[in-house]
């Protein structure tokens, strides 16, 4: 039995084949939810763990989300930005419906030590993560 039908979530940070993000987007339309993902292939290219094929996945996972029966829009998105979070539910409100679901996978991560972090590094995590 499929227990999300007629729920919509979003997903941030649906990036990469091998991904978290992706895993929840495929279990939670598995289970009948409309699938909205944010994906930041800026962001993405600084990772060492990505690869060329990550940065058109996210056209990949929308036709096998779809595939699963249920409805699947995305957006590249910099969820860093002030306004980031308003433009995300403006445009699913506009292309899904209201969402009941709201799943935090992104994340902003630098590798630096105590001594090199500084002001801006610490302000584009707490923006993303928080």
């Keep these: 039995m499929k227990r999300l039908i007629n729920k919509i979530a979003i997903v941030t940070g649906a990036s990469r084949a091998k991904g978290i993000g992706t895993e929840i987007c495929r279990e939670l339309a598995r289970e009948g939810a409309d699938i909205f993902f944010t994906h930041w292939s800026n962001y993405d290219r600084l990772m060492d763990y990505c690869n060329e094929d990550d940065f058109n996945w996210s056209k990949h996972l929308i036709e096998e989300i ?6 699947c829009e995305s957006m590249e998105l910099d ?52």
Aim: hydrophobic share 40%.
């Design 66 to 71: 779809r595939s699963l029966g249920v409805r």
């Design 79 to 130: 969820l860093s930005q002030p306004d980031a979070s308003r433009k995300l539910l403006d445009t699913v409100q506009t292309k899904l419906g209201s969402p009941s679901i709201l799943v935090n996978n992104a994340t902003h991560s630098v590798d630096v030590d105590f001594r090199s972090i500084d002001a801006d590094m610490l302000d584009a995590h707490y923006n993303v993560n928080v």
